[in-house]
Every structure is written in C-alpha cells, then in structure tokens.
C-alpha cells in the first residue's frame, strides 16, 4: 500500500504522508475515542487504539450494521433478526444488550432508543469508507492514510438475511467506488500521471472488470513499457469479451489498437540492454503530455530541452513519443548529426519526403507543393519543370543541351527565390490539419543555420497550429549560435541530473534486472560517480556487473566506453567506425561495400555490435546506440584509415547516384571526398554533375565544401572550372559582393557582346546586378548602358532580356538617365514573346519604368494590379520586392494610405521569410513618409525598426542609405554634433562614382547639417553645384528635401528672388509627386513667403 501511495502522490509532492489522518478533529466529542472504519482493502474498525476485527463477529457486524444504514440507525427487531436469528425473542434482546455493553466498554457511543439501535455520527470519522468521492479519495488512498481495495474482503454473515444486506451494501458501496474511480483515473491521465493512472486502472479492474477507461488506459501503460505484444493482446480479449454485436462500444478499443499496430518512427536504443525503468522524469514527462494535447485544439507550441548528453533527453522524448502514439499524433521524428552543419536545409530535407508522403500534404497550396517537391528531387532523379515558368518547347529540349540547361537554369532560378521557409510552414500545417503533429528534433547543437531559421518561423506560427515541436540540445549551446533567432514562444527547459534517490532506484532496479544484489558501498559509489546521469549510470551499473570493481577512483565514461570498445573484434569495430562515418547514410549493403568484407564476417560483426548494445538497425539504416559511443569508436581510427573509409564511402554514394540519382546522396559523395582530401575525386564529382547541383536548389552545401578544397595538386583548367562554378554557387545563395571575386572580368562587357554565350550573359548580368549594389568603385552609368546593349540583343532568350531590363531601369531610376531606361523598357516591350497585359515579368518591368520615366497613370494601374494580384499570394522574397515597388509608384501618384498598407504588407512579408535586407527598404520608405508628415510617434517607431534592421547588416555600402535617413533625421530634430557624425559615415560608403540622385541627396543632406550653425553662408560655388543636381534630378521624384535646403541655402545669402524662383518652378513643373509637398518643403516656403512680405 506503501508503494501504491507513493506512485499516487507523484503529481502532489507537497503533501507530505501523515503518520495520522490530518483531517481529524483536534479532540473527539465527549470525551469518546475516535471510530475510524477501514473496510476497504481490509475489514476491521479502530477505536481509539483498539482493532475490532471480523473475529469479533457480533460486535463487528453491529458496527457495520450501523455505519453502512441511513442516519446511522437500525430498527432493533431487524438487528436480532439478522444476527441472531431463530432464537427467542428473549435471548435474542440479552444477546443485544450483552454486545451494547461491550460496545461502551470500548468508548464507542452507542444507544437504544425507541425501537432503534442508534450510533453517534460524531463519533466516526469521515474516511473514505464512510463519505466516498474524489476528495476523501485523494485526501486518505492517495495520501496512504487508508488501505484500499474490495468492499469488506471475506467476510461472511453470520445468517443469510444478513449476507443479503452485506451483498446490497457491497454492490452498492463498489458503485461509488467505481464512479469516484472513474473520475480520478481521468484526472491523472489528464494529468499524465501514468504510473498513478496504471495503478487506478488496475484497482477499478477490480470492481467493474469490463470498464472501458481502466482497460484502455491499462493497454496504454502497458503499451508505454514497451509490452507492445501484451497491451494489444489486452485489448483483444476485452473486445472478445465485447462480441461482435457491440456496435459503436467497440470502436474506442479498435482505434486504439489500430495506433498500437502502426509502424513506429525509428529510434537510436539506449546503451542499456534494458528500457524497462522511466525513473526521474515523470514530472518532465506529464508537462509535456499535457502541452502536447494542447495542439489537437490548434493551440500548439515548442519546447526546447537542453542539457548535457547522456542525462535523458532522449529517453523523455521517447516516453512521450509512446504517448503520442496512442493519443492518436503522428509523429515525425528528426536526428541532427554534426555533418548537417554542411547541409543547409539538412533538417526538412531529412523530413520531407514522410511529410509530403501524409494524406494532410493534400491539403498543402499548390504554390508551396511546387517548391518543396523542386528542394526533394523526383524519386528517379528527374526535373519536373512548371511549364509557367518558361517556354514549353525550350524546357523540353535535352539537359545536355548548353542553352537548354541555361533556360533551365532560369527558370529554376525563379522557383528557387521563393520562400521555401514558407513552403514547410504551409505542408506542416496541412498535415497537422488532417492529424495532430508532433514533430521531434533531436541534437539540434548540429542543425545547420538555414535549417534554424526554418525552424524558428514554423515556431513562430505553432500556436495557431496542431503541432507540436519537441527540440533537444546539448546545455544551452544552440542559443549561443543563434541568439538573435530565438522565438518568444518557444519554451525553453533544462533536463536536469537525477537526484541521488532517484539515482539510487534506478541503479536498483538495473541490478535485478541482472539478479545483481549491490552493497550499500557499491550502491553509494555508483550513485556517487554517476552524478546524476543516466547514461553514467548505466555504464557504471554495467561495469560493476561485469568487472565487479567498485571502489577508489571511479572511471570515466570514457574509460568505460573504451573498456566496451576494447572488447570488440577488429572487423566488429571496424564496422562501427564506417557506420559513424556514414552517419544517416549507414546501412549494412553500403558497409558491404565500404568494408569489402566477405558476408560471413560482416554478419557476425553486426551481430557482436547489436549483443553489445552498441548498433541496432532502424528500417533500412544502422544507428549507434549513442552519440558517445560512436565518438569513442570514431578517436580510435588512425588518420590514414579514416581518409579511406571517406574515400571508400564516397565511392559507393557517387556509384548508387548514377544508379539511382539523388542530390543527397551525391552532396554526400562530395562531402565524403572532400574528407578523404581527395581534392580530385571531389572535384571531378562537383563539375561533372554541376547542373544537377544548381538545379537542386542548394548551392550552399556545394559550396562549402568547394571553398575548403586544396586545389594546388590539380591542373589549371581544373581549377578554373571548379572557380567558375563557385562563382556560378555564390550567385545563387546571393552573395554578390562574393561572386564578383570570381569574375576576373567583373562586369567589363567585351568588344563584341553577340560573342557571348546565353550562360556569359546570365553570369554577366548576376554581376552587373551585385556591382550597382555593393562595389563602390563601380561606374552605374555603364552598367546601365551594358544593360541596354544586352537587353537590344535579339538572338538571346527573352527571360535575359527581362532581366537585363529590370536591372537597368533599376539603375537609371538612380542615375536619371531617361534615355538608357527608354531604350530598355522599348525594347523588351516591343518583343513578341510577351503577348498580353498580364504577363508578370512585362507588369514589373512596366511599373519600374512609368514610376520614374513615363506616365503615371499606368504606372498607378500597374501597382494597383500588383499589389491586388500579391496580397492574395504566399511569402516571398519576390512578392516583398514587388509590393515594395508597387507602394513607391503609389505614394508617387498621391495614393498616400494604400501606399502605407503596402509597404506594411510588403515590409510583414520580408519579416515572415526571414529577409532582413528586403525589409529595409519598406520599413524605410514608412520612416520617410512619417518623416515628411511629421508624424513623431509614427516615425520613432520605424526609426526603431531600422536601428535594428542596420545593426545586424553586415554590407555598409548597400545599407548605406538608412546611415543618409539617420543623418536626415538628426538634421530636423537639431542634433548638430550626431548629424555631423553620420554625414562623415554617409560620404565614407558613397561609391566613388555616385549616382545622380546619390549625390544630389548628399548635397541636400550637406546644405541641411550647415545650416544648423546659425553664422553660416553658403558659398557662390555650393549653391552652383547644388542647383545643378536639382536640375538634373528634379524631375524624378524625391527632390523635395534638397529644394528645400537649397532654398534656405539661398535665403542665407539674401537671394529671395532666386529661392523663390527655385521652388515656385519645382512645384509648378518639376515635382513629379501628386502628393503634398513635405513638411520641411511647406515650412521653407511659408517661412519664404513671410520674410518676403
């Protein structure tokens, strides 16, 4: 009963176990002894310090009699009836006042009134054998206060009119019993108190021994204690028992049965040969139990466990997995490995493929489908390209074809620029649509970083999600790598070490699973050394059985892994060391082959490592039991053994890729070559399935793994070409400033452009696009007019003129020059293959141009269109750039509060795709647009948005315009000395040929910093240069601030007429804006207008 209580009181550990029942009176009525009535689980009665047990038969019966009757009283013909019946009446009334007697003589307050025989309800405590609900329940059996069991276990009456009243009263009593049962049992599974819910399930079995929630929730802790076999043949015999003719009665059991049988997800086993004791986690185990059932009501959420390895992270994780399972949950269930940090994505690549495989993926956009079927790869290896994206007939000319696989090229380019983030969010939350989701992440310390980032958005959304996101980490390493992408929402939680009585249990209960009996000096050293870890635990517990040395100086774990290792065979070791190096791509044909070992010896080295606890096998894969034993087996490798086991392992994953092809396997056929440093083999592998690598749509792996190369053995050509497809790598990840390393030529356009290949004008136009963004010496007017040359070609593909088109109206709207941007737009309009006003890439090219150059008219449908057509679509990198230049061409033509709502949504998707620099752009036009409204509050709160988006930016020259905002800013609130400060900061990142708006802004922002000192004059010369960038920009919008400074510039010198002039012309002419002027342009021509009065 002991033992019982305890495992009860686990969810109540405050309330300590009383050696008398607590909620006694201070003092009995009268000076009478306590009765205190015990009849279940037990039959006797306590007065004071007196037992009255079934022995004492009449006596006995008289109380019981009394307790169990209405107001405690019995008609007293009915009492001699029953206990002595077929006696005269005379001797039946002496037997009465006989045992009355003795009754007093043991304090207990009973009388004869009337007719009645009457007990003293004061006297008796109010247990649970008296008062039977949920209260008194937790109050005496889960405190150990009562015993508990059967209603009076064997007692028999002394006539049969009294058997008849004790089987009414049983059946009654064991009805209440079973109600208050009931509900307990559905409190601690509520609760997840599963040891306590196994022994409420077991008692209720008792009293009602076809109850359906006792059998369920018995199948379900047998289930958990990993009796798979057992807990489905319990729910066999129940639904035997049933019938066939059940109907409905039946079909909780059957659903519960059907998840027991379903396949699980595959787990690395425990060093320990057994995984029968959960001891120390039970609290751990029940919060998230109860936070995992919060998603079935969309009310999902994350949790991080952290600590150190070995302290049962992953067992918990396991516990709840079985949970899971027989809650209905799907369970996905995800390793980290210290080779993911090369693989970007590793974690949903991993993941996918089950994902897309699940009934809910049906219910995933079309959209999103597309790009995560694009980031998996087809089964056979083929490219299945979205006929929207490109030409039907160029798509289907052959992959060898080198203008084919350009096209190709670009028009995977397009799916690959979408938010493949937002892609997983949308088939997560599909699956979990259709079935509640818990996901499993283990060893996240490895998880690469765009693998974080995805993790944390899919965070972000799991509270109005299904899902639900268990992550477990070494300590707290994971937020040292990634502290500015740690989600609010996710809850983060430390697996502590066991104390040393939950130490002690444990190691009990793994020596008699050995029939180990330990001292309590072998005892005290275990719990001693192992510190509260389980993992240490278990190998000291082994190491004791096995060598029976416990004493001195403990060892390591390390010493104990080396002493386990020791005792392998070398072929058994050898085989463990490939399977650490093949990581998730082990399984016993590709360690045939890595081994090259006869099948004899290769079986039997399988078999040594599984008898060992050391190996086991998991679908189609082998899996060291634990991370520190492949650790101790991978330091025993001598260098030169480990380059050949590399070597012999991407031999066999290049040889099953041209088998089978799979940009896994052949990333991890370069990654394998790579560690071998076989610079050769891995860049013979890289350049001959070059297209595959790009086309898959993660470069970064490639990448990495190229840039570690030591290519100085190799010939030149070799190196060229791998230099080239870095460069062709960069590009596709967005490193422009990185690619530009790669162009010896640069953006320099040769003496004949037709000579150019369509591949040497994709890669000519990527560094024309990074150059005009980030290198400072580069001279923008010519590369717009590159550009313009490449976009009047005739004989290349209209998806490159497009681009040559975009990229060059981008440019010329910063260097106004109205001709190169003209000849641009004309000559890609003018081009056949865009039929219709619908067409995407023509509206984008139509906005860029008419927002700046033509009429703004159309530019305001186009925007109108765009911003429609965007809103209704996905995330994406693409449609935060759009809507952003859809809310410039707005607030040009005046449309002021549908140009803020589109650059908020433009601005939101920036943020949900994880673009920080795409963000810049519209949280800085609202800081503007707040700041030529004057509206204060408005603008701190963008001003702060950006002082964040700035201060993690690692490219000052491109961000070098919100440095100009800051200054801007500074100048209107006062601040001289800060405005000088970043006005030097400004002229440092100003490329060294700045366009014209560049410079005309600098001017402005020049004129705006001087005029703060009340003493200064302008120059004759200043107000020259500064009219002629008026003049020359004026025209194209965002001259406001430099006519107004130039003005007050003038009104310095005393030149009224002229400041006049000046803005009376612009406002009249000029200003291409249809909006108010800005606050500081109304304050300069007010001020104008009263000093000239």
């Known amino acids: 009963m002991d033992n019982v209580a305890q495992s009860l009181r686990a969810e109540q550990p405050d309330l300590p176990s009383p050696r008398k029942p607590n909620h006694a009176p201070s003092a009995p009525p009268d000076g009478q002894a306590w009765l205190r009535v015990q009849t279940f689980g037990a039959t006797r009665m306590l007065i004071g310090n007196q037992v009255i047990s079934a022995q004492s038969e009449v006596i006995f019966a008289i109380l019981l009699r009394l307790v169990y009757s209405p107001a405690m009283r019995v008609a007293r013909d009915t009492l001699l009836n029953e206990l002595w019946p077929g006696q005269p009446n005379a001797r039946q009334r002496a037997n009465l006042r006989q045992a009355l007697y003795k009754l007093r003589g043991l304090q207990v307050d009973i009388a004869l009134r009337a007719e009645s025989v009457q007990l003293n309800r004061d006297q008796v405590l109010r247990t649970f054998s008296i008062e039977r609900s949920i209260e008194t329940f937790d109050r005496d059996v889960t405190r150990g206060d009562e015993p508990f069991g059967l209603f009076a276990p064997g007692l028999v009456g002394c006539s049969d009119a009294f058997d008849g009243w004790l089987e009414r009263t049983r059946e009654s009593v064991h009805g209440d019993v079973r ?133 049962g992270k992953t067992r918990i994780v396991s516990e709840l997995a079985k949970v899971a399972q027989i809650e209905g949950y799907r369970e996905v269930s995800i390793e980290c490995r210290e080779t993911d940090l090369q693989r970007p994505l590793s ?444 976009v009047a070609l005739s004989d290349i593909g209209p998806i490159a003129r497009v681009r040559a088109g975009e990229i060059g109206l981008t440019i010329t709207a910063n260097t106004c020059d109205s001709a190169v941007a003209a000849n641009c737009f004309a000559a890609v309009k003018s081009d056949g293959s865009f039929t219709g006003g619908n067409d995407e890439r023509l509206q984008r090219l139509s906005l860029l141009y008419h927002t700046i150059f033509g009429d703004l008219q159309t530019a305001e449908r186009a925007a109108n269109e765009m911003v429609r057509r965007l809103s209704r679509h996905e995330p994406s990198s693409i449609a935060a750039q759009d809507i952003g230049r859809a809310a410039y061409a707005l607030k040009m033509c005046g449309r002021m509060t549908d140009a803020e709502e589109a650059l908020r949504l433009a601005y939101t998707m920036a943020i949900s795709v994880d673009a920080p620099k795409l963000a810049m752009y519209p949280a800085w036009q609202l800081a503007q647009m707040q700041l030529d409204g004057g509206s204060v509050s408005d603008l701190s709160h963008w001003n702060g948005v950006l002082s964040n988006l700035l201060s993690a930016d690692d490219d000052p020259i491109a961000s070098n315009f919100l440095v100009a905002h800051f200054c801007h800013v500074a100048i209107e609130s006062g601040e001289s000395e800060r405005a000088q400060s970043l006005l030097k900061e400004v002229r440092v990142q100003l490329p060294r040929v700045p366009t014209q708006k560049a410079s005309a802004y600098v001017i402005a922002l020049e004129l705006g910093v001087a005029l703060l000192d009340n003493d200064w004059k302008p120059s004759t010369e200043l107000i020259q240069v500064a009219t002629e960038k008026h003049r020359r920009t004026a025209a194209f919008g965002t001259s406001d601030y430099l006519t107004a400074k130039l003005a007050r510039a003038m009104v310095r010198v005393e030149d009224f007429q002229s400041a006049h002039a000046l803005i009376s012309e612009y406002l009249a002419s000029q200003r291409r804006e249809r909006g108010e002027p800005s606050l500081v342009l109304k304050q300069t021509l007010e001020s104008l207008l009263s000093a000239h009065s």
């Open 179 to 311: 109600r208050v049962l009931v509900d307990v049992l559905r409190q601690r599974r509520e609760r997840a108190d599963w040891g306590a819910a196994e022994i409420l399930s077991r008692w209720l079995l008792q009293f009602d021994p076809l109850n359906e929630d006792a059998t369920l929730t018995l199948a379900e802790c047998t289930m958990m204690a990993g009796a798979k076999a057992e807990a489905v043949s319990m729910l066999d015999r129940y639904l035997v028992e049933l019938g066939p003719n059940a109907g409905d009665i039946r079909l909780p059991a059957q659903l519960l049965r059907k998840r027991f049988t379903e396949p699980s997800v595959r787990r690395r086993p425990s060093l320990a040969t057994t995984e029968r004791h959960f001891v120390g986690r039970e609290s751990e185990l029940a919060d998230l139990t109860m936070l995992m059932r919060r998603a079935r009501w969309h009310d999902g959420s994350a949790v991080l466990l952290h600590g150190p390895s070995g302290i």
């Open 347 to 790: 974690v949903f690549l991993d993941a996918l493929p089950e994902l897309l495989s699940t009934p809910g993926a049906l219910g995933c956009s079309p959209e999103s489908m597309t790009v995560l079927k694009r980031l998996v790869g087809e089964r056979d290896g083929s490219l299945v390209v979205d006929p929207s994206l490109s030409d039907a007939d160029e798509l289907s000319a052959p992959l060898l074809s080198r203008s084919a696989t350009q096209r190709l090229e670009d028009a995977l380019k397009n799916v690959r620029t979408q938010s493949i983030r937002h892609a997983i969010v949308d088939i997560v939350g599909a699956v979990s649509e259709e079935r509640p989701l818990m996901i499993v992440l283990e060893d996240a310390h490895w998880m690469d970083g765009d693998s974080w980032d995805g993790v944390a958005d899919l965070i972000q959304r799991t509270p109005s999600m299904r899902l639900f996101l268990v992550i477990t980490s070494r300590s707290r390493s994971i937020l040292a790598q990634r502290p500015n992408r740690i989600p609010p929402s996710l809850s983060i939680r430390n697996v502590g070490a066991l104390t040393s009585q939950q130490s002690l249990t444990l190691a009990r209960a793994i020596g008699e699973d050995y029939a180990a009996t330990m001292d309590v000096n072998t005892e005290r050293w275990i719990v001693d050394a192992c510190e509260g870890s389980p993992l240490v635990l278990r190998a000291l517990v082994n190491h004791w059985i096995e060598t029976g040395d416990a004493g001195g100086i403990p060892p390591t774990l390390q010493v104990l892994l080396e002493h386990r290792i020791d005792r392998l065979h070398p072929h058994a070791l050898r085989a463990m060391q490939a399977v650490c190096t093949l990581g998730k791509f082990a399984s016993v044909e590709r360690i045939g082959r890595v081994l090259q070992l006869p099948n004899h010896e290769l079986m039997t080295a399988l078999e040594q490592l599984e008898e060992g606890s050391c190996l086991s096998r998991a679908d189609a894969s082998l899996l060291v039991s634990h991370e520190l034993v492949g650790r101790a087996a991978i330091e025993r490798i001598p260098s030169l053994v480990r380059a050949t086991i590399h070597l012999a392992s991407g031999g066999v994953l290049e040889a099953e890729y041209a088998r089978t092809p799979g940009i896994n396997l052949l990333v991890e056929a370069l990654y394998h070559f790579s560690k071998a440093g076989s610079a050769e083999h891995c860049a013979r592998v890289a350049l001959r399935y070059s297209d595959a690598i790009l086309q898959a749509g993660r470069p970064k792996t490639a990448l990495s793994i190229l840039q570690d190369l030591d290519l100085g053995a190799t010939d030149t050509e070799t190196r060229s070409q791998v230099d080239r497809l870095c460069a062709r790598l960069e590009l596709e990840v967005g490193e422009y400033g990185k690619a530009l390393l790669h162009s010896p030529g640069g953006y320099i356009v040769p003496a004949n452009i037709h000579e150019l290949s369509d591949g040497e004008i994709d890669e000519l136009l990527s560094a024309i696009d990074s150059a005009h963004r980030v290198d400072i010496l580069a001279d923008r007017d010519e590369l717009a007019r590159i550009c313009e040359s490449v």
